[in-house]
């Protein structure tokens, strides 16, 4: 089992920046592969940025490529979603999970954390 909490979301104006930080509990964070995903009202949940059990391959939706950046650091069970640049758009509420492999769909993640809110105002 695998649990995980999300924080740092809060409300940005557009261009400000803000990270994510999703803390996992047990010793097999390393083992799996982690992910953002956000869902905004009214939309299905996408993908936002994956990372590899090493750290050494990430993986971005288009339209996070080049504003977002996805990080991890297995000793302390973190893996973070640095966000700059930000645009209304990206309003949502932002979800890590887990999984052993890499997918980019969010029904086949098997662990979830409970999302935190980003609001981003014009």
């Known amino acids: 089992q695998v649990q995980l909490v999300e924080s740092g979301g809060g409300l940005v104006q557009a261009g400000g920046s803000l990270r994510l930080s999703c803390t996992a509990s047990?010793?097999?964070?390393?083992?799996?592969?982690m992910g953002w995903f956000r869902q905004a009202p009214g939309k299905e949940r996408e993908f936002v940025a994956a990372?590899?059990?090493?750290?050494?391959?990430?993986y971005y939706a288009d339209s996070a490529k080049g504003r977002f950046t996805i990080s991890r650091d297995n000793a302390k069970n973190t893996v973070y979603l640095q966000m700059n640049s930000l645009k209304p758009e990206d309003t949502a509420v932002y979800y890590c999970?887990?999984?052993?492999?890499?997918?980019?769909?969010?029904?086949?993640?098997?662990?979830w954390g409970k999302g935190t809110q980003v609001t981003v105002s014009s």
């Open positions: 999970a887990a999984r052993r492999t890499l997918s980019y769909s969010y029904v086949l993640y098997e662990y």
């Open positions: 047990g010793r097999t964070f390393s083992s799996y592969v």
């Open positions: 990372i590899s059990w090493s750290g050494g391959r990430t």
